[in-house]
Nanobody, 127 residues
Framework: QVQLVESGGGLVQAGGSLRLSCAASGGTFSSYAMGWFRQAPGEEREFVAAITWNGGRIYIADSVKGRFTISRDNAKNTVYLQMNSLKPEDTAVYYC????????????????????WGQGTQVTVSS
């Protein structure tokens, strides 16, 4: 029903920047909380950042706080992950996810509350 398509991944040198985009279709984007997760080889998928339905609050994982930020443009049905000061340990597949019915929820969605996931985009940071 809801389709999420990530873009913007690629190869970047350490210290560089990259902006990921996630375009949503097939649902009511303005009612979704949106999140970014990442998964490196041999590791569990981990939370990176989330944003509420109207962009009023954001949540950033401690591991990337100060370097990454999340934003959204509801008019374009798109969420972004701006990644600065990239490190080799940021290398992973990055996934966009949507949590429906975020209006009225006053907390970050739990991982199990993300019902829709994109296919992922590879980010590789070279030293």
């Amino acid at each position: 029903q809801v389709q999420l398509v990530e873009s913007g991944g690629g190869l970047v040198q350490a210290g560089g920047s990259l902006r990921l985009s996630c375009a949503a279709s097939g649902g009511t984007f303005s009612s979704y909380a949106m999140g970014w997760f990442r998964q490196a080889p041999g590791e569990e998928r981990e939370f990176v950042a989330a944003i509420t339905w109207n962009g009023g609050r954001i949540y950033i994982a401690d591991s990337v706080k100060g370097r990454f930020t999340i934003s959204r443009d509801n008019a374009k049905n798109t969420v972004y992950l701006q990644m600065n000061s990239l490190k080799p340990e940021d290398t992973a597949v990055y996934y966009c996810a949507a949590s429906p019915n975020d209006r009225g929820r006053w907390r970050m969605p739990r991982k199990t509350e993300y019902d829709y996931w994109g296919q992922g985009t590879q980010v590789t940071v070279s030293s």
